[in-house]
């Protein structure tokens, strides 16, 4: 495949076999990073007079059923839908922030208008929102899951079934109709999820997160091979990583097809409901897999991490050197005392 001029615009460095591999991972925010490592959470921002702000964040202790085989992806999904919110909000106050300093240069006229603006009233449900701030947080995750559930897991079994409906394909009593009829429903869902990412890589806010995600790549890289975290260091290695999060859901889309060719086909809403109502399970085994593939380094490994990779593509871009040294003061605020506390 040829590569394009991202890829061919810095040398890239390949992990060496044998590395460290670390649990610390993060996410892109509006002009900035956050990062988990094993005891502590931080995230760092780009303000508008060009400092980093650095802030740490309270990190969840999972125990009980969160640390259970198969229910343990499920629960610290959602816990980082709500804690990835919560940055994401906080980062772009710091985007508000600056955009009210270049407002300051405004027309009279315009300046007139903004000002009025600022005078209205908020509204019951802003009042609501500020007075239950964590509220608003586990409503806007949960907002997210439905969203994603929808799309990537209701919506495709809708369109199989109105495929299975005129072309006459009747499956509940044939195991290898189901199969394929569940690989058909596989196929959409791996469309629609490809067409969203390759679309929003077009936007050029979202364009800007994705450098962010590749210096988050790039950074935690040049820590696994032991070297010094520096930017001329770290701009080196590659903005693809094998560990990403981009591969869950792929991974997710080939468990969705195994795990619902078991359950059968059934008519449509029963379909729709035991898709929902199996999408925990799923994201568990998805968990659990990812989890293995990123501890080993094998053919069956490198096969899994694959998609993802490839996925890459679309969810980074060449980070400048200004956003790696965001990603590089981001990680170093999450470092373990001892190194071996972050080992996969």
Request: with cysteine; aromatic share 8%; glycine share 6%.
């Amino acid at each position: 495949m040829k590569k394009n001029q991202d890829d061919q615009a810095l040398p890239e460095k390949k992990i060496r076999s044998g590395c460290k591999k670390t649990t610390i991972g993060g996410q892109a925010l509006i002009e900035g990073l956050m990062m988990i490592g094993p005891a502590k959470k931080a995230m760092a921002v780009r303000k508008s007079d060009g400092s980093i702000a650095i802030e740490e964040m309270p990190i969840t202790r999972f125990t009980g059923a969160a640390s259970l085989l198969f229910v343990r992806g499920s629960v610290r999904l959602f816990r980082q839908l709500v804690s990835g919110t919560q940055a994401l909000l906080k980062s772009a106050e710091f985007a508000e922030e600056a955009a009210d300093i270049s407002a300051e240069d405004t027309s009279p006229a315009d300046a007139a208008v903004k000002s009025a603006d600022s005078e209205k009233q908020p509204g019951w449900l802003d009042r609501f929102l500020e007075k239950h701030k964590n509220l608003a947080l586990y409503l806007s995750a949960i907002l997210g899951i439905l969203f994603s559930v929808g799309l990537f897991i209701l919506l495709p079994n809708l369109i199989t079934s109105l495929i299975s409906q005129f072309t006459g394909l009747q499956t509940r009593q044939n195991i290898g109709g189901t199969i394929l009829i569940n690989l058909v429903e596989g196929a959409i869902r791996i469309a629609l999820f490809v067409g969203y990412l390759a679309l929003a890589s077009r936007m050029k806010d979202i364009r800007r997160v994705w450098m962010y995600h590749g210096a988050e790549h790039k950074s935690i890289a040049c820590y696994e091979d032991s070297q010094e975290l520096t930017v001329d260091n770290a701009r080196q290695y590659s903005r693809f990583h094998p560990r990403c999060g981009t591969a869950f859901m792929f991974i997710v889309i080939i468990v969705s097809i195994i795990v619902f060719s078991f359950v059968g086909w059934w008519d449509r809403w029963l379909n729709l409901l035991i898709r929902f109502a199996l999408v925990p399970l799923v994201a568990g085994i998805a968990y659990e897999i990812i989890r293995l593939a990123g501890r080993y380094d094998n053919w069956l490994t490198r096969a899994i991490s694959a998609p993802g990779l490839w996925l890459q593509r679309l969810t980074t871009a060449e980070p400048d050197d200004s956003m790696l040294e965001v990603a590089l003061v981001a990680l170093q605020a999450v470092l373990p005392e001892k190194q071996q506390n972050d080992n996969w």
